[in-house]
């Protein structure tokens, strides 16, 4: 028995014992824990980089039909672009497209050689007093014309120099609607805000009512907010071919029968969104007319890739 009792680790010795087992039980348990933890992270990762690949096939595949239906033969079986939603599902996804004739969009190179008044009050519409929109207007105009003479109250090189730009106009037409942001005066906010209505494909400095989004109607004379709504209202309540509820006009602009396509340039937005909530917008500008070395029947003026979520 006393041979026994000497043999056995001292009380001390087997509670340090009991200590470093509890530790590294407790890291083992950290240690599983924190590979479940980047197991499921990367797993919830995948899965979002899967159903936002999904989504962007199907917004692909939504500008795709919009321009089969932008081809149909008869003007009364096509898409109307008027900026109404058109729906399907594709797959998991749910799409969403809306098209906007260029035709019922301003002009900006057409703009800047001719009468300002529509961008001024597309300007006034957005909330800037009139005589910042009229500078900002002319700035246009100095942006685009050829000429280094400065127009009333707008912008050439000294302008430009004198506000701590490193560029001047250029001189030359808008290549693209977002170049507008390097014009004196402009900012992004306020760019957000009208680029929806404006375009350089349409060769236009009135929008067409039929197909102006509501920024672009809200630019005509004597257009208020509640009658560019009350046009929309009412455009988007007809289908191709129907005629209208009423012939008054609405603020001095009547509303004639709908048919799709006015014109064959086109912006196309598409949004597909998968059953989880992820979501793929895009939005492009399209030209109809032949077959291109792609195999598609329009042309691709401007591809934007929007928000994924």
Known sequence: ????????????????????????VAMLTILLGSFSLIARTENIQA??????????????????????????????????GDGRPYTFGFGEAQVEVRITDESGKIDLNGMA??????????FMAQGVPQDKAESLAAAIKDWVDPDDETSLNGAEVSEYKGAGLSYGPANAPFNTVSELQQVLG?????????EP????????????????????????????????????????????????????????????AVA????????????????????????????????NAAGRPFVILRWRDGETS
């Open 197 to 256: 209505a404006l375009t350089i494909y349409s060769g236009q400095q009135t929008p067409n009512a039929q197909y102006a989004p509501l920024e672009a109607l809200e630019s005509m004379k004597d257009m208020t907010p509640e009658c560019a709504q009350q046009i929309i209202q009412q455009r988007q309540s007809m289908n191709a071919g129907d005629a209208p509820v009423s012939n008054e006009p609405i603020c001095g602009v009547s509303i004639g």
């Open 47 to 80: 899965r979002h980089m899967f159903d936002t690949t999904q989504a962007r096939y199907a917004a692909e595949a939504g500008l795709n039909l919009a321009a089969y239906e932008l081809r149909k033969s008869d003007p009364m079986l096509r898409w109307v």
């Open 1 to 24: 028995m006393n041979a026994r009792r000497r043999m056995r680790p001292p009380q001390r010795e087997r509670g340090l014992a009991f200590v470093l087992v509890l530790w590294v």
């Open 260 to 291: 799709g396509g006015g014109g064959v340039t086109y912006s196309v937005q598409s949004r597909a969104k998968m059953p989880n909530g992820a979501s793929t917008t895009l939005d492009a500008t399209i030209r109809m007319g032949g077959v």
């Open 186 to 194: 402009m900012n992004y906010e306020l760019y957000t805000k009208v």
């Open 113 to 122: 050689q001719g009468d300002p008044t529509t961008i001024i009050n597309l």
